[in-house]
């Protein structure tokens, strides 16, 4: 494709981003300052006594992921000024000589992720204010999936700046993790509404389940790909979990408390230690590099 074709392509991602990403803004704060259909987003979620349900605060992680998401937007949209890679291929050749720009077909896959991904986060939260679990639970899956499909190409994909991984990588795997979190909030809402009990414990007992299970994938992920930033947005649902749990008072579920804590405490140790080794990693290879030197 001529480099003008690329440019213009270039252009209409950028252009999708921005409006997607105002769109996410306007639907979430007009949820919550409105509210929709009469009720805010944890209102919607107390409709049922759901065990697995987090305290409400958090505002505060939501403003530290739009802010990423803000980066990432500014980033993608330098392509409004910036020329197209060298290489119309995107390959290894125009990630180098191509600036912060690099590969065509990664940043072009970047970016229409997040025009798909505000519509299902949109159709997500439409449903949950309108009492309707199902459509939740599949609307959140819809986008955990794209998460994960991203996630692969983020895997294969060696940034060529350092600053990718702030700008891409961070933004994504922070959602990817609450996605993940959110993703089992909504099968509890939509199996205690509907009363499932596949496999006929106490509900208490089916919650720590669904926590354990949790965990474990956190934990694997930590292992596996050390994916520091995946597991920050998980730590925060589940301490959102255990203050709900212990804070506010509700000592229905008191061994659910304990395991909401334990697991909080668990992550918390995982993260500290991957964090530990990469900065030994990186320490190691930057002394090798002043020794060839």
């Known amino acids: 494709m001529p480099a003008a074709g690329l440019r213009a392509w270039y252009r209409i991602f950028a252009l999708l981003n921005i409006l997607a990403f105002l769109l996410v803004l306007l639907v979430h704060a007009t949820a919550e300052i409105l509210p929709l259909s009469g009720v805010t987003e944890y209102q919607a979620r107390m409709r049922d006594d759901n065990l697995f349900l987090p305290a409400e605060p958090n505002r505060l992680f939501w403003l530290v992921q739009y802010l990423f998401l803000v980066v990432f937007v500014l980033y993608q949209s330098a392509t409004f000024f910036m ?54 639970f599949a609307a959140t899956l819809g986008m955990l999936a794209l998460l994960a499909w991203l996630d692969l190409r983020l895997e294969a994909y060696t940034p060529a700046i350092r600053a ?35 496999l006929g414990v106490d509900p208490e007992i089916a919650a720590i389940l669904l926590l354990l299970g949790l965990v474990l994938l956190t934990v694997a992920r930590l292992v596996m790909r050390q994916d520091i930033a995946f597991a920050v947005a998980v730590e925060w649902g589940v301490a959102a ?7 506010e008072g509700t000592g229905n579920a008191p061994f659910l408390a304990a395991a ?34």
């Open 164 to 198: 990718e991984r702030w700008l891409i990588h961070v933004p994504f795997r922070l959602l990817f993790g609450w996605t993940l979190y959110n993703a089992f909030v909504a099968w509890s809402l939509l199996r205690t509404r509907e009363g499932w009990n596949l």
């Open 83 to 136: 020329p197209p890679a060298a290489t119309p291929s995107g390959g290894r050749a125009g990630e180098r000589a191509g600036g912060p720009l690099k590969s065509v077909q990664f940043h072009q896959a970047t970016s229409l992720f997040l025009p798909l991904a505000a519509i299902l986060a949109v159709l997500s939260r439409l449903a949950l204010h309108g009492d309707r679990p199902d459509r939740h």
């Open 241 to 247: 979990l255990a203050m709900r749990r212990v804070v």
């Open 260 to 293: 909401a804590v334990l697991s909080m405490a668990l992550l918390a140790s995982g993260i500290l230690v991957t964090t530990y080794r990469l900065l030994q990693v990186g320490g190691e290879r930057a002394l090798r590099g002043i020794r060839l030197s």
